[in-house]
C-alpha cells in the first residue's frame, strides 16, 4: 500500500471504520474511499457491483457489519446472520472480481466455542458449540474468514480476517436496545447521576441527541421516567443485567485501527498459512488480553462519571458467556500491541460522550 494506493473503508462512518479512516488519514493515505448506508448498502448486490465497476479500490478494509448487543443478538437472529452474510458476499466477492490486491476483514472473537479455553487462541475456532445468544452472528463472521481463507488457498488472493475482541470508543452506539454493554453502560450511570441530582435538562439534552424508543427531549416527565425505567435507570438505582461476574475483555477502537492498518501495511497471508499441512486458523485475534469484570466495570464507570447511586443486578437476566480472553500472542509476535488500558478508555469514552452531546 502507498500513499496514494485508492483504499475503500466499508463502513468507515462506524465505531471501527471512522477510526480507521483517521488512522490512515494521519498516515498520509490520500485517496480514502468511504461511503455512507445511504449512498451504498451493501446488502444491494448490484448497487455493490456498480461501486466497484465504477471506483476499482486497489485495497479493501471490511469494517462494514450489522451488530448488536446480547439482546438484540438473542432476538434479531435472523437479521444478523442474514444481513451479515449479504453485506460480507457482495464486499468480497466483488474485491475478487476487481483483482483487488488486498482486503482486510473484521469478524469478532464471539467466533470461538463458549467454552474455548482461555485465553481463547486462534486454534480454539470450530472446537465446539457457540454461545448461544449470539450464534446466528458468529456463524455469519465464520462464513466470512472462511471465505478469505478459501479465496487465498485456491485463487492466491491476499485477504486477511481479524477478530477483534469487544470494542468501545469514539462514534460508538448508544442505543439502550441495541448496544454493546461498555457504551451502554456509561450511558445509563450518565442518565441515572442526572436523575438522582435532579439534573432534567442535561436527560432531555441526552435524549434529544438519542431518543429511546420515540421517548426524547421534548417527551413529557412521565414518558420519560417510565421509558428509562424499563431500561432499569431510576433516580435512586440503577438496575444492570445479570450477575456482574462474567469477565470481558475492551479493546479501545483507535488502538484497533492503529492494529489494522498496522496488519495491512506489514503482514500478508503466507506469512500467516507458514509451515501448515492444512491452512487453517489463519486470522489473528486482535485484543489487549486484559480482562475486567462486569461489576468491576461498572464500579469504574461508576467513579468515572460520578455517580453516587446504588447499583443493582439483575441476577435472573442472563450473563452471557462468562469468559471471553483473546491470546494475542500471534498479533504480538507480527510486532503489534495496544497501548490504552480500560481505565484511560473509559475516561476518554466519556470525556466524548459528554462533548459529544454538548456539539451546537
Known amino acids: 500500500m502507498n500513499k496514494n494506493s485508492k483504499i475503500y473503508v466499508a463502513g468507515h462512518h462506524g465505531l471501527v471504520g471512522s477510526a480507521i479512516w483517521r488512522n490512515l488519514g494521519s498516515k498520509g493515505y490520500a485517496n480514502l474511499v468511504g461511503k455512507s448506508h445511504e449512498e451504498l448498502d451493501l446488502q444491494d448486490a448490484s448497487a455493490v457491483k456498480a461501486f466497484f465497476d465504477r471506483e476499482e479500490p486497489e485495497f479493501v478494509i471490511l469494517a462494514a457489519a450489522h451488530v448488536g448487543g446480547i439482546i438484540a443478538n438473542n432476538i434479531y437472529r435472523a437479521d444478523f446472520i442474514y444481513r451479515n452474510l449479504l453485506i460480507q458476499n457482495n464486499v468480497i466477492g466483488e474485491s475478487f472480481r476487481h483483482n483487488v490486491k488486498k482486503l482486510l476483514f473484521l469478524g469478532s472473537t464471539c467466533i470461538y466455542p463458549r467454552e474455548a479455553p482461555q485465553p481463547m487462541a486462534e486454534e480454539a475456532l470450530l472446537t465446539g458449540p457457540l454461545e448461544y445468544t449470539n450464534e446466528p452472528y458468529a ?23 481479524v477478530m477483534p475482541t469487544n470494542l468501545y470508543g469514539p462514534n460508538d452506539n448508544f442505543d439502550l436496545e441495541k448496544s454493546h454493554v461498555l457504551p451502554a453502560m456509561i450511558r445509563k450511570i450518565h442518565l441515572a447521576k442526572a436523575m438522582m441530582n435532579g439534573d432534567w435538562d442535561a436527560v432531555r439534552q441526552d435524549l434529544t441527541q438519542r431518543p ?10 412521565q414518558d420519560i421516567e417510565s421509558r428509562l425505567r424499563k431500561y432499569g435507570i431510576g433516580k435512586e438505582e440503577l438496575e444492570l443485567w445479570g450477575s456482574g461476574k462474567p469477565l470481558r475483555e475492551f479493546l479501545w477502537s483507535e488502538d484497533m485501527a492503529d492494529a489494522s492498518v498496522y496488519i495491512m501495511e506489514n503482514v500478508d497471508f503466507p506469512d500467516l498459512a507458514k509451515g501448515k499441512t492444512e491452512i487453517r486458523n489463519c486470522h489473528i485475534n486482535i485484543g489487549t488480553g486484559k480482562e475486567i469484570s462486569i461489576r468491576d466495570l461498572a464500579a469504574l464507570i461508576k467513579k468515572t462519571v460520578g455517580y453516587t447511586g446504588e447499583i443493582a443486578f439483575d441476577t435472573s437476566r442472563p450473563d452471557g458467556t462468562m469468559r471471553k480472553l483473546t491470546d494475542v500472542s500471534k498479533l504480538n509476535a507480527l510486532g503489534w500491541r495496544h497501548s490504552v488500558d480500560i481505565e484511560e478508555g473509559v475516561e476518554k469514552m466519556y470525556e466524548w460522550y459528554v462533548r459529544d452531546h454538548n456539539k451546537p
Open 139 to 161: 456463524i455469519a463472521k465464520i462464513a466470512g474468514l472462511k471465505m478469505c481463507e478459501s479465496f487465498n488457498i485456491q485463487y492466491g488472493t491476499n485477504y486477511i480476517a
Open 212 to 221: 429511546v424508543e420515540g421517548v426524547s427531549g421534548s417527551s413529557t416527565l
